[in-house]
T-cell receptor
Framework: EAGVVQSPRYKIIEKKQPVAFWCNPI?????LYWYRQNLGQGPELLIR????????DSQLPKDRFSAERLKGVDSTLKIQPAELGDSAVYLC???????????FGQGTRLTVV | KQEVTQIPAALSVPEGENLVLNCSFTDSAIYNLQWFRQDPGKGLTSLLL???SQREQTSGRLNASLDKSSGRSTLYIAASQPGDSATYLC??????????WGAGTKLIIKP
């Protein structure tokens, strides 16, 4: 069974440019999470979806970040425009329900220069 | 507000030793606790999930315990190997179904 798939693995962009990350969760997992992780720290939740509904986006910087999960499967996270401080690893995770084991993708390492 | 702490931040032990990693949390109202492993530049690999009603879970050389009343969990690694070198993170699922994370313990197993 395939795990959580993220792309791209790495992305280098100039500040003020847009960037998008894509996530395909494990088949059947209705809960999807986007996290941001800075070096030496634990992940920080950006947004959580239950099916196609964003049920927790309180920590998503909505002035520049947006996310969507059409049809309750794949999800895209976008940053526009990117800032230097957005450099981090962006992790996607999924679970079968909100109270079960979460599985993570390999992450996208974003470098903003 | 739930806070999760992992001590020590880093640990270096010789190969073959048994070791314990610690995780503490401030609010006992949790649904579950999950231990993860993270290799440099990689994503998070789930190791063990302990539901709030459980006391421990085992997988191979790993054993995780949970004492909800004292706000503590331990991850026991038996007969450590160089391949166990990684950062180990614990996360609790709080009453809002959010995963609250510790900062991790960086483990180095010396051959």
């Amino acid at each position: 069974e395939a795990g959580v798939v993220q792309s791209p693995r790495y992305k280098i962009i100039e500040k003020k440019q847009p960037v998008a990350f894509w996530c395909n969760p494990i088949s059947g997992h209705n809960t999807l999470y986007w996290y941001r992780q800075n070096l030496g720290q634990g992940p920080e939740l950006l947004i959580r979806y239950e099916n196609e509904e964003a049920v927790d986006d309180s920590q998503l910087p909505k002035d520049r970040f947006s996310a969507e999960r059409l049809k309750g499967v794949d999800s895209t996270l976008k940053i526009q425009p990117a800032e230097l401080g957005d450099s981090a690893v962006y992790l996607c995770a999924s679970s079968f329900g909100r109270n079960t084991e979460a599985f993570f993708g390999q992450g996208t390492r974003l470098t903003v220069v | 507000k739930q806070e999760v702490t992992q001590i020590p931040a880093a640990l270096s032990v010789p190969e073959g030793e048994n070791l314990v990693l610690n995780c503490s949390f401030t609010d006992s109202a949790i649904y579950n606790l999950q231990w993860f492993r993270q290799d440099p530049g990689k994503g998070l690999t789930s190791l063990l999930l302990i539901q709030s009603s459980q006391r421990e879970q085992t997988s191979g050389r790993l054993n995780a315990s949970l004492d909800k009343s004292s706000g503590r969990s331990t991850l026991y690694i038996a007969a450590s190997q160089p391949g166990d070198s990684a950062t180990y993170l614990c996360a609790v699922k709080d009453s809002n179904y959010q995963l609250i994370w510790g900062a991790g313990t960086k483990l180095i197993i010396k051959p």
